[in-house]
């Protein structure tokens, strides 16, 4: 299952940081970022449920980027 969410992130290099971060969440398996679209489409592992996954993922993007948002969770 694949979602998208809107992101706030400052620059490109903290959005690839989070991608990073996103990717090595249990439960996603594949997250890409797109500073410009300011987007993150996320696929998940199978039977992962995003609700449970994605404040993780959120938590792991704020260690990089104390300031950032994912909307939509």
Do not use: W
Request: proline share 3%; with cysteine; charged share 30%.
């Amino acid at each position: 299952m694949k979602r998208s969410y809107k992101i706030d992130v400052d620059c490109a290099n903290c959005a690839n940081k989070m991608e990073t971060a996103a990717n090595n969440t249990e439960g996603v398996k594949k997250a890409v970022v797109n500073f410009m679209a300011l987007k993150m489409i996320v696929e998940f592992e199978e039977g992962a449920d995003p609700s449970t996954v994605m404040p993780e993922v959120l938590k792991s993007c704020r260690k990089i980027e104390s300031d950032c948002e994912i909307y939509g969770i």
